[in-house]
């Protein structure tokens, strides 16, 4: 009977690597957890520090050191990051050398509301905490909000956010009882009356009009009010 070689050979070769693929899955698993490395991704990293996120990886794991890696839900760990008010999102993983990693993403500010309690919105319109470790040059949110109804002072901020003008000169959202939106401008004695936000698009190009016209005749500051609510006008107070 002939024998064939290359065939045992074959079976022999394949029992190897599915052993050492078995050995090396088994030491993989078995392989103790190391200290937490944390990367912040995005714009924002300055509100929830390395220190604090590997604070809240140690409260809900017990301790993650010399623990196997198939012993850690990576899930509730994402969980607990996740549950921090100031982290947007957080994906938790641990590598094949045994260090645990947190990818952390932190909420971005778009206001500061100063009113009977003071907190940020975030750029998704939610309640952001005030943070220990940094503050966020937002315009400052004042007079009638409450943190369950945020949806006219944060399409404002919004839009600050998102425009150079703005930006550079808007330092005051007020809210009034009736739900009117008032805005102060940087080094400007008058305020600016928007109303609603319905035509905000109109009412924004109007007020930038209104800012180059009185500034290159010299009577930006001539004013107390500027009133944006009427279709298609300024309405100017002395």
Request: overall charge positive; glycine content about 2%.
């Amino acid at each position: 009977m002939r024998v064939n070689w290359s065939y045992i050979k074959m079976l022999v070769l394949s029992v190897v690597v599915i052993f050492l693929y078995a050995f090396s899955t088994h030491r993989n698993d078995v392989r103790k957890v190391s200290k937490p490395k944390v990367e912040f991704v995005g714009e924002n990293s300055l509100f929830v520090t390395r220190d604090n996120v590997s604070k809240l990886l140690i409260q809900n794991s017990e301790s993650f050191k010399n623990v196997p890696k198939e012993a850690l839900d990576l899930n509730e760990l994402e969980k607990a990051l996740k549950s921090n008010p100031m982290i947007k999102s957080a994906e938790v993983y641990v590598a094949v050398n045994g260090t645990l990693n947190a990818k952390v993403e932190q909420k971005t500010p778009v206001a500061r509301v100063c009113a009977n309690a003071s907190y940020y919105i975030d750029a998704e319109g939610s309640f952001m905490p005030l943070s220990s470790n940094y503050s966020a040059r937002v315009p400052l949110v004042t007079g009638y909000v409450e943190k369950n109804n945020l949806k006219n002072v944060y399409t404002i901020a919004r839009e600050i956010q998102k425009d150079d003008f703005l930006k550079k000169h808007v330092v005051e959202i007020h809210q009034s009882l009736d739900k009117d939106i008032f805005l102060k401008l940087r080094q400007c004695k008058f305020i600016v009356q928007l109303g609603g936000v319905n035509l905000l698009d109109k009412k924004i190009n109007n007020l930038k009009a209104f800012y180059l016209k009185t500034t290159n005749e010299g009577t930006l500051n001539d004013y107390s009010k500027v009133n944006l609510q009427f279709d298609n006008q300024v309405v100017c107070s002395r």
